[in-house]
T-cell receptor, first 115, second 117 residues
């Protein structure tokens, strides 16, 4: 079975631009989470979506937004890019059966560089 | 506040040595989950193990073993007879189940393990 897939692999943008990152979860997984990993740090939680509803949001500005589609894939959008947005963006999927904490499986990430 | 501390920033060992990666966590909840992930240079986080707060049994999987001690809030990871392929950044993470709501992972800063041939 295919794992979590993300596109694109790498992206270079300039300050002020907008970016859209995409994620397809493992088949059968209904929850998608997004994390930002700055070089030398652990991943930081951005969003979690389950059944197309936002279930949680980390401490990130409103420039960050996301959505989940009926097929459970997800997009992360970042507006007005700043140099500090340069990072590895990781998507994770999980089953999230009701009331249970499930394991999150990660994709290969999108490396975003903001110049 | 929930927090995960991995005090060892970098560890370097020679192949076949045993190595232990430390993880200390802080949480207010009685129900929580702990994880270890491996991040090789390719960047993808690879799931290694998950443990819930009610299961303090140690676990062994091949050369990997985990020691969970609630009394000291620690969840340490030992690699026996290390190999060059074990070289990676290892992350310990904490998850809290908000009654079926947000299940976010709180990561430590990671430990870079370098296994020399």
């Amino acid at each position: 079975d295919a794992g979590v897939t993300q596109s694109p692999t790498h992206l270079i943008k300039t300050r002020g631009q907008h970016v859209t990152l995409r994620c397809s979860p493992i088949s059968g997984h209904k929850s998608v989470s997004w994390y930002q990993q700055v070089l030398g740090q652990g991943p930081q939680f951005i969003f979690q979506y389950y059944e197309k509803e936002e279930r949680g949001r980390g401490n990130f500005p409103d420039r960050f937004s996301a959505r989940q589609f009926p097929n459970y894939s997800s997009e992360l959008n970042v507006n007005a890019l700043l140099l500090g947005d340069s990072a590895l963006y990781l998507c994770a999927s999980s089953l999230e059966l009701a009331g249970l904490t499930d394991t999150q499986y990660f994709g290969p990430g999108t490396r975003l560089t903001v110049l | 506040a929930q927090k995960v501390t991995q005090a060892q920033t970098e560890i370097s060992v020679v192949e076949k040595e045993d190595v232990t990666l430390d993880c200390v966590y802080e949480t207010r909840d009685t129900t929580y989950y702990l994880f270890w992930y491996k991040q090789p240079p390719s960047g993808e986080l690879v799931f290694l193990i998950r443990r819930n707060s009610f299961d303090e049994q140690n676990e062994i999987s091949g050369r990997y073993s985990w020691n969970f001690q609630k009394s000291t809030s620690s969840f340490n990871f030992t690699i026996t007879a290390s190999q060059v392929v074990d070289s990676a950044v290892y992350f310990c993470a904490l998850s809290e189940n908000y009654g079926g709501a947000t299940n976010k992972l709180i990561f430590g800063t990671g430990t870079l393990l370098a296994v020399q041939p």
